[in-house]
């Protein structure tokens, strides 16, 4: 082919066709090229040797690769005028990251891989589009645990096991049934000829409660309570099901989060056993879960804080595992809520008995169960009113002592209670019901002087009665479905409020602090949770988990499938990274946690994905900030 005709091939074949006239000149001289007369296997992932850059002439490169569970995952389909082996060469020091299959009567100009780097580190343009080409590709987790090899260990395949098995690897024990009016002597009767701990109480075929052998010693022989009586007297209500393709892990969690013992597992719709707590955790070994046990059974502040300083080395652990971010902060939540619950049920001992109905309610970050490590974790007290037998002050009074004593003893701990613009004073978060209502209805109908604190649309319920929150976040969503348009607009004064670290040129933009280059990496995770917020309130979405809101705007129709990818990766990718050095700055550098991240201990892998991560949230903030009058109007798809 004579010059000008590869000339002109380089021309349209991006990023060659950025290079000025005299460099093209150079790299045609330094092209060979190869034909494949037959079909063939060129390249084994993570085992050939790239031979160089090769540029497609004629026919086609099939790329695929197999996930650690042996799954065979095809990624791209190579034609005319497309590359392969810039990731491999650049970031991979030369391996091939991708099976390659070559179609017959393909031919391809290989430019050689050391001459490729020099234009790589001399051009910015292909600069450029290689980092972004290849930071789109590690936004797919399974591509990235291509390139971000571990040596498999035995922990990490015991976490393999533990977050990848299913609930239908699980034995599970028969389903014992008796009716609500069974008299509880009866009841005991039946769980010992069943060899049963847990008993269904069932009404009209349907499963309407359950107890166990810990309520008949809690509720019955600790209560002198009549055994006469009937079983539906003493049962709890809480009825749980996972199917059983759901993971072991959720159930796990799921356990926790609600104190209960005892799980139904469905298949096809129909219950077809049992799962206890205790079998899932002794399947399980030395896993994070048995840490969150430990933290139920600790009986003083003192025990607590032991714990408590263990938890970067787990949280450490899991991440270097490869342990999916949504887990670890899940886990972390769970610890949590494990703590505040306990610390609880301490002060309440401590106390006269509450004088009304009141529920302990999680906000914020806290409240999305995406805990960091340098957040202080935010909660408020709702309580009822009561004005023939309280007056409102005598129970504030109350319910601010309860309050200040939970601060102090997780103080005690050694978990931060927050005083900031949020919560200047512990009194403010103490209110009643109707107090919190007016609150909402305030900031929904643009009362003068009322700011708006995002984060307290965030709540998830902790301690106490399950129907104060309910019926709290039914009349802020009534609220937010008749606001006022200013409303909506100050809620996205906040979504833009947030500096994203990165420049004109989508350069990671630090501060220079010694011989650190730092960046916030918390700017661009806000930009994502209020985002995703905005847009949640705005379309009467309930969730307050950021990644559970993404997936019910993608299932509402209000964002694309792709958008939604694009977030979902992003935002765990941020959060992973956060979470793993946030606990290094505690177990390495024995300091405390914050959001700044030392740019030059990045990998270049770690730095082209914050680029291409950070490049994509800028161009969603733009597009937010040039929508017509902000979005005030109704709800429509985002691009």
């Known amino acids: 082919m004579a010059s000008f005709e590869i000339q002109n091939f380089l021309r349209r074949t991006p990023p060659f066709d950025k290079l ?67 990731d491999s060469i650049v970031f991979n020091d030369g391996i091939s990251i991708l099976n390659v299959e070559v179609k017959k009567k393909t031919a391809v100009y290989r430019v050689p891989a050391e001459y490729f780097l020099k234009l790589y580190k001399t051009y910015d343009a292909i600069y450029q589009f290689i980092v972004s080409a290849f930071g789109t590709l590690m936004l797919d987790k399974r591509y990235a645990n291509l390139v971000i090899r571990k040596e498999q260990t035995q922990d990490a395949d015991t976490f393999e096991r533990l977050f990848s098995r299913r609930l239908n690897t699980v034995s599970t024990r028969p389903i014992v049934t008796c009716a609500p009016d069974l008299p509880i002597y009866m ?128 949280i ?45 309610m999680a906000i914020g970050n806290y409240g999305r169960e995406e805990v960091m490590l340098n957040v202080t974790q935010k909660f408020v007290v709702v309580f009822q009113e009561d004005a023939e037998l309280f007056k409102l002050e005598e129970l ?27 919560l200047i004073d512990i009194k403010e978060q103490i209110k009643s019901r109707k107090e919190w209502t007016k609150l909402y209805s305030n900031w929904a109908g643009d009362q003068k002087g009322a700011d708006i604190y995002p984060g307290f649309f965030d709540i998830r319920h902790l301690y106490g009665e399950q129907s104060l929150v309910d019926s709290l976040a039914r009349h802020f969503q009534k609220a937010i479905q008749k606001s006022s348009p200013k409303f909506f607009s100050r809620l996205a004064d906040y979504t833009l409020a947030y500096d994203l670290p990165i420049t004109f040129f989508k350069n990671i933009k630090t501060t220079t602090k010694g011989d650190r280059e730092e960046f916030d990496i918390y700017q661009a995770i806000g930009v994502l949770v209020d985002f995703t917020r905005y847009f949640s309130l705005k379309n009467g979405i309930n969730e307050t988990n950021t990644g559970l809101r993404l997936k019910q705007l993608k ?14 990766q992003s935002f765990y990718y941020l959060m992973g990274m956060s979470l793993k050095y946030q606990s290094k700055q505690i177990l390495f550098d024995k300091t405390a946690p914050n959001n700044f991240i030392d740019s030059t201990n990045l990998t270049t892998i770690e730095i082209v994905t914050l680029k291409q991560i950070f490049g994509l949230i800028d161009e969603f903030r733009r597009g937010f900030k040039n929508l017509p009058l902000r979005m005030l109007g109704k709800s429509r798809d985002i691009e």
């Open 187 to 314: 009841a005991a009767q039946l769980m010992e000829d069943q060899k049963t701990s847990c008993l269904l109480i069932e009404e009209q075929d349907k499963l309407i409660g359950y107890i166990t052998d810990i309520v008949l010693r809690n509720e019955v022989i600790a209560k002198k309570r009549d055994v006469d009586r009937p079983v539906s007297e003493i049962m709890d209500s809480s009825v749980f099901r996972l199917t059983q393709n759901s993971y072991i892990h959720e159930a796990i969690l799921l356990m926790f989060n609600h104190a209960i013992r005892y799980m139904i597992v469905v298949r096809e719709g129909d219950d077809i056993g049992l799962v206890s707590r205790n079998d899932l955790l002794m399947g399980n070994g030395q896993s994070p879960f048995i840490f969150i046990q430990s933290f139920r059974m600790s009986h003083t502040p003192e025990e607590l804080k032991t714990k408590w300083v263990k938890l970067p080395e787990v």
């Open 316 to 360: 450490y652990q899991m991440s270097d595992l490869g342990v999916r971010t949504e887990i670890i902060n899940r886990v972390i939540s769970s610890i949590m809520d494990s703590v505040l619950q306990k610390v609880i049920m301490w002060v309440l001992d401590q106390l006269p008995e509450p004088p009304v109905g009141f529920a302990v």
């Open 555 to 568: 299932d509402n129709g209000v964002i694309k499938a792709e958008v939604y990818n694009d977030l979902m």
């Open 396 to 422: 504030r009074s109350y319910f601010t002592l309860f309050a200040q004593r939970i601060s102090d003893k997780l103080t005690a701990v050694g978990i931060e209670v927050p005083k900031n613009r949020f």
């Open 20 to 86: 000025p006239s005299t460099e093209l000149e150079i790299m045609i001289s330094r092209l060979e090229k190869v034909v494949y007369k037959k079909k063939d296997l060129i390249y084994l992932q993570h085992q050939s040797q790239i031979l160089g850059l090769d540029l497609i002439f004629e026919g086609e490169y099939e790329t695929f690769f197999y996930t650690e569970d042996g799954l065979k995952v095809f990624q791209k389909k190579l034609s005319q005028f497309s590359i392969y082996g810039a």
